[in-house]
């Protein structure tokens, strides 16, 4: 008997393998990778926000509504933890793009609003934020990307045979992934333009045309 357990370990190590077993393994670590790089981007844009609320505060106090806006965008933002549980609940994923969405929406409000301020618009430390806001940006949409192409490749072993039958016994289910609707609207970085309005000379202020 003892001279055929290593027999049956290896004829039932063979039929996972078959089964699509060590693949279903292999694309779900590459979700939680490409997922942790969407955190990690999104983490890094949050953390960006606080100096920039803080930096337009000192040159457009006024504009309450707008960074009360991005306060509240971010703080939401914060209430949501990414775990990697988050990927499996369609719910809360769905959630999760709501509020990143929300705060894309809210920055894109904030840097439209300091076009009216030439003298925030000149100011070295915005100008920085503005720059790592736009790279942050930009990473947010590649690690997306990479994220959106990883559930795809595993959800396609999931539903198809005979994987799905190996998928069903060890309870891999597909995962949600980002809509194509909040593809378009969240991964479009805030508009970064500086130049000055039509008909208007360099520096002068818009807010004073009004």
């Given at each position: 008997m003892r001279?055929?357990?290593?027999i049956?370990a290896?004829?039932?190590?063979?039929?996972?393998?078959?089964?699509?077993?060590n693949t279903?393994q292999g694309?779900?670590?590459?979700?939680k990778?490409s997922?942790?790089?969407?955190?990690?981007?999104?983490?890094?844009?949050a953390d960006?926000v606080p100096n920039?609320?803080?930096?337009?505060k000192g040159f457009?106090?006024?504009?309450?509504d707008v960074l009360l806006?991005?306060?509240?965008?971010?703080a939401k933002?914060?209430?949501?933890?990414p775990?990697?549980?988050?990927?499996?609940?369609p719910?809360?994923?769905?959630?999760?793009?709501a509020?990143?969405g929300e705060?894309?929406s809210?920055l894109?409000?904030?840097?439209?609003v300091?076009?009216?301020?030439?003298?925030?618009?000149?100011?070295?430390?915005?100008?920085d934020?503005?720059?790592?806001?736009e790279?942050?940006e930009?990473?947010i949409t590649?690690?997306?990307n990479r994220?959106?192409q990883?559930v795809?490749?595993f959800?396609?072993?999931?539903?198809?045979?005979?994987?799905n039958?190996t998928?069903?016994?060890f309870g891999?289910?597909?995962k949600?992934?980002?809509?194509v609707e909040?593809e378009?609207?969240i991964?479009?970085p805030p508009?970064?333009?500086?130049?000055?309005?039509?008909?208007?000379?360099?520096?002068?202020?818009q807010?004073?045309a009004?």
């Amino acid at each position: 008997m003892r001279k055929l357990w290593p027999i049956l370990a290896t004829l039932i190590t063979l039929s996972l393998a078959g089964c699509g077993y060590n693949t279903l393994q292999g694309n779900d670590e590459q979700i939680k990778a490409s997922w942790s790089e969407v955190v990690n981007q999104y983490q890094r844009r949050a953390d960006l926000v606080p100096n920039l609320v803080n930096t337009v505060k000192g040159f457009a106090a006024h504009e309450k509504d707008v960074l009360l806006g991005v306060t509240n965008a971010r703080a939401k933002v914060g209430g949501i933890q990414p775990s990697p549980e988050l990927i499996n609940n369609p719910e809360a994923f769905a959630k999760f793009q709501a509020a990143q969405g929300e705060l894309s929406s809210a920055l894109s409000r904030l840097l439209v609003v300091s076009e009216n301020y030439p003298q925030l618009k000149a100011d070295a430390s915005f100008r920085d934020l503005q720059a790592q806001l736009e790279g942050t940006e930009n990473r947010i949409t590649v690690a997306r990307n990479r994220y959106i192409q990883s559930v795809q490749v595993f959800n396609v072993t999931v539903r198809s045979f005979p994987s799905n039958l190996t998928a069903m016994a060890f309870g891999y289910k597909a995962k949600p992934n980002f809509a194509v609707e909040n593809e378009k609207e969240i991964a479009k970085p805030p508009s970064v333009d500086f130049a000055p309005a039509p008909g208007k000379p360099p520096g002068a202020p818009q807010g004073a045309a009004k």
